[in-house]
């Protein structure tokens, strides 16, 4: 009952606040405060004449009160949003307001109505805010820590206000607008609000439209120097048609007669009606490179954070590599394991981008399972990337195996602040093996990497 009681008051103070500092200008907030000081300082009438301020103020917030209760606005918005948006960019678009009443629409201004963030009781009851147990028994008590931390993750965007020009009546502008993501995800926006000044500036009316859409956000980018992982070629089944079919396939060689065995998917019916007797075509298997991307997506509340900056760290590796002639899979445990390919025609690396944009943190299963599957793996690929939210025992484990197995190796360890770690299986390779602290991530990303067929020599 004392935690129901806590997350409501929050609840309710919080949708408060937005709701007076919309509704009340720059010019009304100095009047108000005007009028209580005058207000304080006038109640001795004899000796002090601010109370005939105080009256003056106080005729000119009622009649500033009354003209916000003019008649309602009848408008609606039109947006013109991009396909994608990026974590830190400002995303610029277009929006046309129509006005659909028989009166010229004077002193409105526009802002987006940005998804409330404002946390269910199940998060407030079940999340725990990192580091909480360092906190006083106070603070742990009431909880208000914990909500100021669900409220601050769980902003998605942020927007200005934009003034709109006067609409005359049955017309429509069109300005630009701007917001800045702030999460990656698909963002929604449900509708807008049109705000009215009234006639003295102090206090406006705020006008809900409907409108509702929304824009995929994809991870942040880091600008890095160019960036190879060498690797032998291995045989891949299916060769490189892998790259417009879905199955096996291989790619043509030539046509022959038929032999005992051969499937009849591979019949040639041309060449065997010309011929009067079977014609098989003949694939040849191919090797080439292959790389394999393993994102570290098990933790906790103490690794959102890091997290988030492992997949910016996998989207930026990923986007550095699209212009090689090789394969790239990236390998991610979520509700099961997956592993999507890109590269020579398969996928665009926008489809990757977009598949980043929406992978959540594993709580439910453990690291084994995606070991598990890279074991299963690792005969096809030829070098991995290994992204990882924690440098343990089952971590280096895997990096052991695959070490051992000559799969060239990266491995970035994403970490709360600066820290020394030991390479352990990579100590022969140190350069293979980096730390990117949150806060400096794009830093060390700048610095190049050795190559690791030089490291080995060496």
Request: proline residues 6%; positive net charge.
């Amino acid at each position: 009952m004392l935690e129901r009681y806590h997350y409501y008051n929050y609840r309710a103070f919080s949708s408060l606040k937005p709701r007076i500092t919309r509704r009340i200008t720059i010019v009304g907030w100095i009047i108000a405060a005007a009028f209580l000081a005058t207000g304080s300082m006038g109640l001795d009438t004899s000796n002090s004449l601010s109370y005939q301020t105080f009256a003056l103020l106080a005729c000119v917030l009622f009649a500033a009160l009354l003209g916000t209760r003019g008649r309602r606005l009848k408008t609606s918005v039109e947006r013109t949003l991009p396909k994608f948006g990026s974590v830190g960019r400002r995303l610029t678009y277009e929006v046309t307001v129509h006005n659909k009443s028989q009166h010229t629409a004077r002193g409105l201004t526009f802002y987006e109505q940005l998804p409330n963030p404002r946390p269910t009781f199940d998060e407030f009851a079940l999340s725990r805010e990192p580091y909480e147990h360092e906190r006083n028994w106070f603070d742990r008590s009431h909880r208000y820590y914990r909500w100021r931390w669900l409220l601050t993750r769980n902003v998605r965007a942020g927007a200005r206000e934009r003034v709109l020009p006067d609409i005359p009546a049955n017309q429509s502008r069109t300005i630009h607008a701007d917001l800045v993501p702030l999460r990656r995800g698909v963002l929604r926006l449900d509708g807008s609000v049109i705000a009215r000044t009234d006639p003295f500036g102090l206090f406006r009316s705020l006008h809900p439209v409907a409108a509702p859409q929304s824009v995929l956000i994809l991870p942040k980018l880091y600008t890095m120097p160019p960036f190879e992982l060498p690797g032998s070629t291995r045989y891949q089944q299916g060769g490189v048609s892998l790259a417009s079919s879905v199955g096996e396939s291989e790619e043509f060689v030539s046509l022959r007669e038929y032999r005992p065995g051969d499937p009849l998917r591979k019949m040639h019916w041309k060449s065997f009606a010309k011929a009067g007797k079977p014609i098989v075509k003949e694939f040849q298997d191919e090797f080439f490179v292959r790389h394999a991307m393993i994102l570290d997506t098990f933790g906790d509340a103490l690794h959102t954070d890091i997290f988030e900056e492992a997949v910016s760290v996998a989207a930026s590796l990923a986007f550095n590599m699209q212009n090689h002639d090789t394969l790239l899979d990236l390998m991610f445990v979520g509700p099961q394991a997956y592993c999507f390919t890109t590269g020579r025609g398969l996928a665009h690396m926008q489809q990757m981008l977009e598949i980043l944009a929406s992978v959540q943190l594993c709580l439910d299963k453990k690291f084994e399972v995606l070991e598990q599957s890279v074991l299963d793996h690792c005969s096809q690929v030829s070098g991995a990337i290994c992204i990882f939210l924690q440098w343990d025992e089952t971590r280096k484990r895997l990096v052991r195996i695959l070490n051992s197995r000559g799969i060239p190796l990266r491995v970035f360890v994403i970490t709360d602040g600066e820290m020394k770690l030991d390479p352990g299986p990579l100590a022969l390779q140190p350069g293979s093996f980096r730390v990117l602290p949150v806060g400096k991530i794009g830093e060390r990303l700048n610095q190049p990497m050795p190559n690791v067929q030089m490291e080995r020599a060496a």
